[in-house]
């Protein structure tokens, strides 16, 4: 059973850019040909799609973020990313790293996710 | 605001069914039969348990089923138990690659 942890700083200034990294182990992240997603949760809060992304790069970004998000993958560390840039007090949330429950497609939606991250955006 | 419409709360008393509703538009759920459903259990992360409308992962009680009718999908939950108290969030795709959610239903188990 595939496992997801992410990690990074749990605080950002204001305007700087927020990142953090999910490490899969359990399963190689190139393996099946899954899609690796970002998702997050502002406290109290409902979930909120970030974006994904597939082994050979390809992305698909929430389009009331598209302008501030890049995910990546680095496969030979079985690893993927989020950078979120310019940030605010309203990115303040735990984000969350999941993997597809189907291949080849995000229509089944997510069946394996991280435990979370808390990232508070302050000065 | 979130994309979808879902109802702050929901409750039953144990054995009782309980059905919570999630209103979309007629481009997201309307439009596609991509619709899935979440429990979540405070602190803890998301967990599947519907996809594509009606269908369940492995090792999710068939206790919980999904439907849809135009606009709106439902979770049904059959023969509650306490520990199906807990938030429940619903998702579609909203085509372009992009999925939304909804704001989530407290459920009680009284």
């Known amino acids: 059973q595939v496992q997801l942890q992410e990690s990074g700083p749990g605080l950002v200034k204001p305007s700087q850019t927020l990142s953090l990294i999910c490490t899969v182990s359990?399963?190689?992240?190139?393996?099946?040909?899954?899609?690796w997603s970002w998702i997050r949760q502002p406290a109290g809060k409902g979930l909120e799609w970030i974006g994904r992304?597939?082994?050979?790069?390809?992305?698909n970004y929430n389009p009331s973020l598209k302008s501030r998000v890049t995910i990546s993958i680095d496969t030979s560390n079985n690893q993927f990313s989020l950078k979120l840039s310019s940030v605010t007090a309203a990115d303040t949330a735990v984000y969350y790293c999941?993997?597809?429950?189907?291949?080849?497609?995000?229509?089944?939606?997510?069946?394996?996710w991280g435990q979370g991250t808390l990232v508070t955006v302050s000065s | 605001q979130s994309a979808l419409t879902q109802p702050p709360s929901a409750s039953g008393s144990p054995g009782q069914s309980v059905t919570i509703s999630c209103t979309g538009t007629?481009?997201?759920?309307?439009?596609?039969?991509?619709v899935s459903w979440y429990q979540q259990h405070p602190g803890k992360a998301p967990k599947l348990m519907v996809y594509e409308v009606t269908k369940r992962p492995s090792g999710v009680p068939d206790r919980f089923s999904g439907s849809k009718s135009g606009n709106t999908a439902s979770l049904t939950v059959s023969g509650l138990q306490a520990d199906d108290e807990a938030d429940y969030y619903c998702s579609s795709y909203a085509g372009n690659y992009n999925w939304v959610f909804g704001g989530g239903t407290k459920l009680t188990v009284l």
């Open positions: 007629s481009s997201d759920v309307g439009d596609y039969n991509y």
């Open positions: 359990g399963g190689s992240i190139t393996s099946g040909g899954y899609y």
């Open positions: 999941g993997k597809d429950l189907l291949s080849g497609t995000s229509q089944g939606g997510i069946a394996n």
């Open positions: 992304i597939y082994p050979n790069g390809e992305t």
